[in-house]
């Protein structure tokens, strides 16, 4: 009875599927966040007659032949790449990104990592840091007596003191695209590493070179759409219900077999 087993890969995707749309709704206020969607395949096939097979002595050819499926599989849980809505903060270290590219950051081990959360502090020593106390690269200090920061477009990074009329450059934020951004692994809290899925990490200037630009006092809200996700959680639902009435089905008719006499 293969609908047994049919039917419980079936139950298996959607359960998949529900997890991804739930775990889509609990990051609905993530800065920066981009939406998951779950993808399935079937699984292979067992050929009891394979198409082309030679059917009589005069040479006539099967068309279709008889191929049965063992059920789905599922093939990847990709990231939605898509712009969010920026919402306005008027924060000096809030920094969200129009366009396209990621935040370097530096992990304790060493290690880059890459985030869309703009959400920046500032550390006792002045260091620009993200909300988990990761510092942002190029390391870029601000000073104790800075009366007020502003950052442009281009990402450079100016500070204002009170005995000067003009603004001091403390540095600039630079960004990095990647060739397959969706490659990216991700590891919490808003963060990416490289693979080799996602191609070596490409730093550049914000605005040039396909880069988005900067726009401080913003934040870059999550892309998830919760009516879309409400939708195809009713639709993972009754798939899961589908599926297990063919469970119940295939129940029914072994208890039938067990029954003849």
């Known amino acids: 009875m293969r609908a047994l087993n049919i039917a419980a890969t079936g139950m298996l995707a959607q359960q998949m599927r529900v997890e991804t749309i739930s775990n889509n709704l609990a990051n609905m206020s993530t800065t920066g966040y981009n939406a998951r969607r779950a993808e399935f395949s079937d699984l292979h096939y067992q050929q009891m007659t394979r198409p082309g097979t030679i059917n009589a002595t005069n040479g006539t050819v099967l068309p279709t032949g008889v191929q049965l499926g063992l059920g789905v599989r599922p093939a990847a849980v990709t990231m939605e790449i898509q712009q969010g809505a920026l919402a306005q903060t008027n924060g000096d270290l809030d920094i969200a990104i129009e366009g396209k590219g990621f935040f370097e950051i530096t992990l304790p081990s060493g290690l880059s990592a890459y985030t869309r959360d703009g959400g920046l502090k500032r550390t006792g020593e002045g260091q620009i840091v993200t909300s988990d106390g990761f510092p942002v690269a190029p390391e870029i200090t601000i000073p104790v007596e800075t009366r007020a920061i502003t950052i442009n477009a281009d990402g450079e990074v100016y500070a204002y003191f009170n005995d000067e009329v003009q603004a001091s450059l403390l540095g600039q934020i630079s960004l990095v695209q990647f060739t397959n951004e969706k490659g ?56 899961y219900e589908l599926n297990s009435k063919v469970i119940t089905a295939a129940d029914q008719m072994l208890a039938a077999t067990t029954q003849v006499r």
């Open 184 to 239: 990216l692994e991700a590891i919490g809290s808003n963060n990416f590493i490289e693979t080799e899925a996602s191609g070596p990490a490409l730093v550049g200037t914000p605005g040039r070179n396909g880069l988005g630009t900067l726009r401080q006092g913003y934040l870059e809200q999550s892309s998830v759409d919760a009516v879309k996700e409400i939708t195809e959680l009713i639709e993972a639902q009754r798939g």
